[in-house]
């Protein structure tokens, strides 16, 4: 059985039969929500809102650690992780579906390892590549089979936030080597590397970032919203296609 974590503007997935929720409780409080158990495309699947079933849990504020150790605890064989993101890269158009390979973390003052506390072991989790391999391809066959572009490979820089970035920012982020940017990648990846659970991303480009095409000035959240509402109906499509094709 597979995780969806849904991020903005995935709240619930269409077609997706609802079985029952679990409220959860783990060591590390509580997940942003109920974890919702149902079928899709004839699998079992379990998904979790990141910001929680009214979106009210800010980036910052999200418990990534009871997330992860919930969707574990459940004995989740893997976990897609949704995430809007803004478009650095050019060719990277809003609307545009993307399974990042790598990630450059900004963020700070977030709990972000199981290993920390005088019980706990020191542990150096390797993450040379953050995303698991098998999962991003079988993301990108999801996408062939029905015909949806994704484009493979692209370095996430995860930003503190709740605001979005400055334009100067995103001229760094640029130049260090980042294709997009979010704010809630991480420290999910990683939580979810030492938790030894499989995990890739699937991001939504719901705008251009800070500065550049139509957000030259400003970046519009009406637009983002559009674009949320039409690109999360080829996400809910693609995670069908994913599922359809695991084992049962
Ligand atoms: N920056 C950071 N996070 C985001 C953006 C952005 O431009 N768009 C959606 N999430």
């Known amino acids: 059985m597979y995780a969806v974590i849904g991020g903005s503007g995935l709240t619930q997935l269409s077609e997706f039969?609802?079985?029952?929720?679990?409220?959860?409780?783990t060591p590390y409080g509580e997940p942003s929500g109920v974890l919702t158990l149902g079928r899709l495309a004839g699998r079992d699947l379990v998904f979790l809102a990141?910001?929680?079933?009214?979106?009210?849990?800010?980036?910052?504020?999200?418990?990534?650690?009871?997330?992860?150790?919930?969707?574990?605890?459940?004995g989740v064989e893997g976990i897609i992780s949704?995430?809007?993101v803004g478009g650095i890269r050019a060719?990277?158009?809003?609307?545009?579906?993307?399974?990042p390979d790598q990630i450059i973390d900004h963020t700070h003052s977030r709990r972000n390892t199981f290993f920390e506390g005088a019980?706990?072991?020191?542990?150096?989790?390797?993450?040379?590549h953050p995303y698991t391999e098998t999962l991003r391809q079988a993301l990108k066959?999801?996408?062939?089979?029905?015909?949806?572009?994704?484009?493979?490979?692209?370095?996430?820089?995860?930003?503190?936030?709740?605001?979005?970035?400055?334009?100067?920012?995103?001229?760094?982020?640029?130049?260090?080597?980042?294709?997009?940017?979010?704010?809630?990648?991480?420290?999910?990846?990683?939580?979810a590397r030492e938790a030894d659970v499989p995990y890739a991303a699937l991001a939504v480009v719901v705008n251009p970032a800070a500065g550049k095409g139509s957000s030259a000035?400003?970046?519009?959240?009406?637009?983002?919203?559009?674009?949320?509402?039409?690109?999360?109906?080829?996400?809910?499509?693609?995670?069908?296609?994913?599922?359809?094709?695991?084992?049962n």
């Open 91 to 99: 060719d990277l158009y809003t609307g545009s579906l993307v399974i």
């Open 17 to 25: 039969e609802i079985v029952r929720k679990d409220v959860m409780r």
């Open 82 to 84: 949704v995430a809007s």
């Open 141 to 191: 066959v999801a996408a062939q089979t029905i015909g949806e572009e994704v484009f493979d490979g692209a370095t996430y820089a995860c930003t503190q936030g709740p605001r979005l970035e400055t334009r100067a920012e995103i001229s760094k982020l640029e130049r260090d080597g980042a294709d997009i940017v979010g704010m809630t990648g991480m420290p999910e990846a990683a939580l």
């Open 217 to 247: 000035q400003t970046v519009s959240m009406e637009d983002i919203k559009k674009t949320l509402d039409v690109s999360m109906v080829k996400v809910c499509k693609l995670l069908s296609a994913f599922v359809a094709r695991t084992p």
């Open 50 to 74: 990141r910001h929680g079933y009214g979106h009210t849990i800010a980036p910052h504020e999200i418990n990534y650690l009871a997330n992860i150790w919930a969707l574990k605890e459940m």
């Open 119 to 128: 019980d706990q072991p020191v542990v150096h989790i390797d993450f040379t």
